[in-house]
T-cell receptor, first 111, second 116 residues
């Protein structure tokens, strides 16, 4: 089983709609959780950290469920510019201080 | 946020030659930097951890003699792909984090290497 798993998608989303997807992790000792966004042929960029209490940044909401070992990302009022691959990234656990990346979830927002 | 600058952004080289990729932390001191490789439609895979003033730590399956890492200063880490082969063609990305490595990572712009 992979340490970090994501649905690869693509999630085809009408502009203005809401989309949500999860990322599961296998190591309960994982400590820090992040969502990164990666555009085609570009480097990943931090979208938001994920806190135990859940957090929101504009149209983006992230949740952490430690009991079930997953994090989620919800995007409201999707924009065309939200089209990207969203990477679930975890620090801690088996990899120690290193980051472990999920395979990414591709989101395509269409007019 | 912290800035990491990676150079070159793309390079094409002939089989058998070596290519050096530089990664600089512009506004913080990076005792540790990480080098990743990403093949098309796949996620980032950690290749090695670059430690300032000491030897790099390589992940399992990564040949240390082929991927030479030098981290001679707190702001510069280099990755040299030696005797490059077409199968080394990939997207190479470096990253640096906070001083204790307990913050989010900041990535360089990546280097797209094509070996012909």
């Amino acid at each position: 089983r992979k340490e970090v798993e994501q649905d690869p998608g693509p999630f085809n989303v009408p502009e203005g709609a809401t989309v949500a997807f999860n990322c599961t992790y296998s190591n309960s000792a994982s400590q820090s959780f992040f969502w990164y966004r990666q555009d085609c042929r570009k480097e990943p960029k931090l979208l938001m950290s994920v806190y135990s209490s859940g957090n929101e940044d504009g149209r983006f909401t992230a949740q952490l469920n430690r009991a079930s070992q997953y994090i989620s990302l919800l995007i409201r009022d999707s924009k065309l510019s939200d089209s990207a691959t969203y990477l679930c990234v975890i620090r801690g656990g088996a990899a120690g201080n290193k980051l472990t990346f999920g395979g990414g979830t591709r989101v395509l927002v269409k007019p | 946020g912290a800035v990491v600058s990676q150079h070159p952004s793309w390079v094409i080289c002939k089989s058998g030659t070596s290519v050096k990729i530089e990664c600089r932390s512009l506004d913080f001191q990076a005792t540790t930097m990480f080098w990743y490789r990403q093949f098309p439609k796949q996620s980032l895979m950690l290749m090695a951890t670059s430690n300032e003033g000491s030897k790099a730590t390589y992940e399992q399956g990564v040949e240390k003699d082929k991927f030479l890492i030098n981290h001679a200063s707190l702001t510069l880490s280099t990755l040299t792909v030696t005797s490059a082969h077409p199968e080394d063609s990939s997207f190479y990305i470096c990253s640096g984090g906070g001083p204790l490595g307990n913050t989010e990572a900041f990535f360089g712009q990546g280097t797209r290497l094509t070996v012909v």
